[in-house]
């Protein structure tokens, strides 16, 4: 019986993490899969199968393999440290060139990976990465949504001379309705010069 039981809880845990497509999983996830003395073994032996990716303590990931080098994809950084901030109470937000990046507005990959936090500063390491975390006050971290952070950021960086009718075309096209309302309600949590670019982005909101 009572290894019917272990089997079930690690039945149950690899059907919740493998339901993520590859997206991390924290351990409060999977607190209903059992008591918690049996999650820990239960996990602890997948790992050690293989069968499951202990990304850091507390964060587990489906394994991807890359079937050219015959080993497991690394998980992308944003999806780890957001795992991370989720797991610990915490925001966080990417940085400059890093947020350019993600919504395609640059190819280039920043050296270092900057976020900010609304927790205390501190390097942070996730798999094969190093993060930075810098603590920023409400100003930064009050902007509700994830897509409205991301373009305030990527505009921060780019810089007011750099930001194109080109770059204004292609934010407008890559965001959906939802988004756009999103960035029109955070409008003023941006800076005065960003204000009518975002105008432009989102549209003017109906009155």
Do not use: C
Not at 42 to 47: D, P, T
Not at 63 to 73: A, D, S, V
Not at 84 to 105: D, E
Request: glycine letters at 8%; a positive charge; proline letters at 4%.
């Amino acid at each position: 019986m009572a290894n019917k039981s272990k089997i079930s809880i690690e039945n149950r845990i690899i059907a919740r993490i493998r339901a993520r497509n590859g997206g991390v999983v924290s351990i409060d996830d999977l607190l209903d899969a059992g008591p918690r003395s049996a999650i820990d073994q239960a996990l602890s032996r997948l790992v050690k199968l293989g069968t499951i990716q202990r990304v850091r303590r507390g964060l587990y990931a489906w394994p991807k393999m890359n079937t050219l080098l015959g080993r497991q994809q690394t998980l992308p950084p944003d999806e780890l440290v957001q795992a991370w901030a989720k797991k610990n109470g915490l925001r966080v937000i990417p940085s400059g060139a890093l947020t350019a990046n993600l919504l395609g507005l640059s190819t280039q990959v920043p050296a270092k990976i900057v976020y900010y936090t609304n927790g205390r500063s501190k390097t942070l390491n996730l798999g094969p990465y190093t993060i930075k975390l810098l603590n920023r006050g409400p100003k930064t971290m009050d902007v509700h949504g994830n897509i409205s952070s991301l373009v305030f950021q990527a505009l921060r960086y780019l810089g007011k001379n750099a930001v194109t009718s080109q770059i204004i075309k292609k934010l407008s096209q890559k965001l959906g309705a939802k988004d756009k309302m999103e960035l029109r309600r955070n409008a003023l949590y941006a800076a005065a010069w960003m204000k009518p670019v975002i105008e432009k982005i989102a549209g003017r909101k109906k009155t």
